[in-house]
């Protein structure tokens, strides 16, 4: 099993990796989700996930999350054959939490290089400020 931790980490980069993980058939868990970043300015991302979460019917979806850990796990659904069992059967691998539960606080984890929001030379957003911003009750 591998452990990820999200923070200040840019949110679509960390999810390439992770999906390609679950594909292969390991178990991953991210914690601190609500610290993962996306890249663009702030104005922009939430126009774009307003316009997500509005879309569609009330009843018959489309669906669109507004947690920091839902929102995360909804960009690794994107990178994986939702639509084939194989893709599925993936999708089940991946734990995404809010914050860093007991069970995960001593065990090692992994910070990925080449997904540090220090390489951004522009504005981001983190996904705890972009889920309030959508109308997120603070439970984290």
Known sequence: ??????????????????????????????????????SGKEKTKYEEYKQK??????KKGPFYPKYPDAILRRIIRGMIPWHKPKGRQAYKRVKVF??????????????LEDADVSKLKY???????????????KRW
Request: aromatic share 4%.
């Open 98 to 111: 809010i914050g860093e539960p007991d069970e995960f606080k001593d065990k090692e984890k992994i910070k």
């Open 53 to 58: 979460i509005d879309r569609g019917d009330v």
């Open 123 to 137: 504005d981001y957003i983190t996904l705890e400020k972009l889920s309030l911003m959508l109308g997120a009750k």
């Open 1 to 38: 099993m591998k452990i990820y931790d999200a923070t200040n980490q840019i949110a679509g980069r960390l999810a390439t990796r992770v999906a390609k993980d679950i594909l292969s058939g390991e178990k991953v868990v991210i914690v601190n989700a609500e610290k993962a970043v996306l």
